[in-house]
């Protein structure tokens, strides 16, 4: 069963417009969630993370929102660029654990 | 700085045959973590090591894989034999340190990409 779910595969959104991605997790011991950039043929990097104990996290054109209610987790990248082509994954930690990873949703921005 | 180093970058190979993969950590950081990634897939841990001790290797199909940490630096992650859905991106990732009730950002490498035949 997996603990972190990305629904969307792929999301294609113009230039400049706002892109938000979306997670949900089951595990209600996580108390980390980070955001991973992957392009072709590199690892996977570090965009922004947020602790459980927070609802929201900015960081420039990025921002991570938290609801644990709902135990749903949005990435929001405004204004989109070219740049931000990429698969971007949703990660969780609990405690010294390694992450768990979501699918992957593949981002596409448009001209 | 270096970030982490694996090699090789691919490799082809038949089933039953072996195969190893070779992480160079950064400098420093003391926790390693191997993660497979299939197709369409996020990464799964595989084993998290705290310097030379292997802390986590529960996901380690122990019955053809194995890992070592020699000196808490590099590590080799073994498949012997391989087998057709060993097929997979191997990635690398390494931390500062791990801290409980915290969290210490991971930086992956470019991995390896298997395919078995």
């Not at chain 1, 892109?19 to 955001?35: A, H, R, V």
């Not at chain 2, 089933?15 to 497979?36: D, E, M």
């Not at chain 2, 292997?54 to 940490?69: G, I, T, Y």
Request: aromatic share 10%; with cysteine.
């Amino acid at each position: 069963d997996q603990q972190v779910k990305q629904n969307s595969p792929s999301l294609s959104v113009q230039e400049g417009r706002i892109s938000i991605l979306n997670c949900d997790y089951t595990n209600s011991m996580f108390d980390y969630f980070l955001w991973y950039k992957k392009y072709p043929a590199e690892g996977p990097t570090f965009l922004i993370s947020i602790s459980s104990i927070k609802d929201k996290n900015e960081d420039g054109r990025f921002t991570v929102f938290l609801n644990k209610s709902a135990k749903h987790l949005s990435l929001h990248i405004v204004p989109s660029q070219p740049g931000d082509s990429a698969v971007y994954f949703c990660a969780a930690v609990g405690g010294a654990d390694g992450l768990t990873f979501g699918k992957g949703t593949h981002l596409i921005i448009q001209p | 700085e270096a970030g982490v180093v694996q090699s090789p970058r691919y490799k082809i190979i038949e089933k039953k045959q072996p195969v190893a993969f070779w992480c160079n950590p950064i400098s420093g950081h003391n926790t390693l973590y191997w993660y497979r990634q299939n197709l369409g897939q996020g990464p799964e841990l595989l084993i998290r090591y705290e310097n030379e001790e292997a802390v986590d290797d529960s996901q380690l199909p122990k019955d053809r894989f194995s890992a070592e940490r020699l000196k808490g630096v590099d590590s080799t992650l073994k498949i012997q034999p391989a087998e057709l859905g060993d097929s997979a991106v191997y990635l690398c990732a390494s931390s500062l340190v791990v801290v409980a009730g915290g969290f210490d950002e991971q930086f992956f490498g470019p991995g390896t990409r298997l395919t078995v035949l």
